[in-house]
């Protein structure tokens, strides 16, 4: 608890102490044979001892109120517990019951809500400033052999600044020097590590682990990845849902209403009364308008919708999904058709090797030979082949299909030994733009390449019916076998679907500017419903007008949604009726284009950002159907005088306590 929430508990408890005691005295003092009980509580003295607990639990909301008033805003809820405190005073005053506790218990349990509300709102904001914790307060630049703490503000692009371990990165940057291990946690909701070294990017908002690294700004703090999530975040609520406007509409109307109704509960019954020559009762029915009053403070839907939103929006942000605004989420919760990109959504985005087919020799040796002719190759293709022949694995042949795939080598883990490419035994080597590469290993003459190599070499090769790009390979004229390589699927990209599927959504489609039949193999592993290939960025967009107006056929209230890398596909993402960047870390288009951001590479959390939503939609709905029928309810009970106000408060702060409970569920994602 705060120092605020500390003060009001201790109001409350001094309050009921003393409203206890009070009542306690005034049974005792009634039971004495020589004063009755009438001469007793119809003192002064004891009306104004009565109106010390009242004010020290009710001072705050009679100065709003007359605030309120004055400044011809008065329709709120706290003018709403004014009058109706003020008027159960009245009426015991003018009855001479001397039942005041009734007033000081209303202001007593509605400050006991206020107080549930206040703490609800504090854990979710607490949830937010988890997040909001990755702001750096300094960074270390060094001068004259010395670290200097400065404003993050004032370092300059290009800059070199220090990092040590436990400190975050205050800017994006390069490595220069060093090797570290980053925990991205507060930025992906993943306690995953990331390993860096020299040359490797960093982004802010990140914290050192392991060892002191020298960066390289690339970035000023105000461009930077950590600025950007904080502006995210801190904007989030000004960009208000549907169900929170229409609960301000439906405040702004309805609080003025049911004071006219009021009104009119206590003037209309005793003028009938009078007309038709019966006793008016006027107590009885200012009590029944009072009671009415306090039936009718609408706290339980102006607090708990958008406390929802808002625990909804601060969980997701936990988890590494960050939404922009309380709207998006709404719209989030509507979605039926998810169209995603291939490359860096669904796929690592990297070359890997897949497969080594057709091989005449010892699949091991056969990538030996390739890694060692490709060793001063740069480009991603000769990378991936060295990659996977220093990874350790071994390569187990299919006996059906005879292909080999890579599998975990034991005995190189046990050794913890790691293969090496030595330079040494290569020469003659020779770059054949378009067609791949002449060297010798070992002395032998090695030839690695596509189909173009092997017919300028004169060397019959087998053709390979596998998706991927194609690397033959000749040792001393003779074809050895041929290496697939391939955009592997990330791990969790199958599961992925499926939890798509679980989560509600009827059809998923995967754009890509992929060949079609790299797309079409892809998508019917995945799962995917329809695939579109060979799209450029604008052919993209095209294809998901077309996509809306077959979705807008069926139901205009369906959503669908885009996921992509943020970068290459800004317009689409801005195109959709929402659109999500995967795997966003440190890309500032896609912060800028997409309405939410995942902050990992993880394609699960698509759904699970589907399944938060929906789970703070439940709770929303929830809330007004429970808070509007109890309200109606009790409305027409305290009317027709069935409800005093002991119960119309029970009611009121009841309602308004289990919604508030109920919203906070929404923080609470990390199952979903």
Sequence with gaps: MNKKQKKMLVRIIIAAILMIVLRIAYAFLGEDETQTREAVVHEPFWFLLYMIPYLVIGYDILKKAGKGIINRQMFDENFLMAVA????????????????????????????????????????????????????????????????QVDPDEVETGTIIVVQPGEKIPIDGIVTEGRSTLNTSALTGESLPREVQQGDEVISGCINMTSVIRVKTTKEFGESTVSKILDLVENSSSRKSQSENFISKFAKVYTPAV????????????????????????????????????????CALVISIPLTFFAGIGGAGHAGILVKGSNYLEQLAKTKVVAMDKTGTMTKGVFEVGGIHHSSIDNEKLLEYAAHAECYSTHPIGKSIQKAYLSGMLWKVDEETGEARPVPNPAEEENSTKREIDRSRVGGVEEIGGNGILAQVDGKEIAIGNRKLME???????????????????????????????????????????????????????????????????AKELGVDEVHSELLPADKVTAVEKLLDEKNKKNEKDVLAFVGDGINDAPVLSRADIGIAMGALGSDAAIEAADVVLMDDDPLKIAQAVRISRKCMRIVYENIYFAI????????????????????????????????????????????
């Design 259 to 298: 004071c006219i109704g009021a009104l009119a509960l206590a003037l209309l019954p005793p003028v009938v009364m009078l007309l038709i020559g019966k006793a008016p009762m006027w107590s009885t029915w200012i009590y029944r308008a009072l009671t009415f009053l306090v039936i009718s403070c609408p």
């Design 629 to 672: 029928g109890i309200k109606v309810l009790c409305l027409i009970l305290g009317a027709i005088g069935f409800a005093n106000m002991w119960m119309a408060i029970f009611a009121d702060v009841g309602v308004m306590v289990l919604a508030v409970l109920n919203a906070i569920r929404a923080l609470f994602v990390k199952k979903l």
């Design 456 to 522: 300028r070499q004169g060397i019959e090769f087998s053709k390979c019916h596998h998706v991927g790009t194609v690397v033959h390979v000749a040792i001393d004229g003779v074809y050895s076998g041929h290496i697939v390589i391939s955009d592997v699927l990330k791990p969790t990209a199958k599961a992925a679907i499926a939890a798509m599927r679980a989560a509600g959504v009827s059809k998923t489609v995967i754009l890509t500017g992929d060949a079609a039949n790299v797309a079409e193999d892809v």
């Design 85 to 148: 405190t003020v008027g159960a005073i009245v009426v015991a005053l003018v009855e001479q019951n001397g039942d005041y506790t009734e007033a000081i218990a209303v202001m007593l349990f509605y400050q006991i809500g206020e107080l549930f509300q206040s703490y609800a709102v504090g854990k979710s904001r607490r949830n937010i400033s988890a997040l909001m914790d990755i702001r750096p307060d300094y960074a270390n630049v060094e001068q004259d052999g010395e670290l200097e």
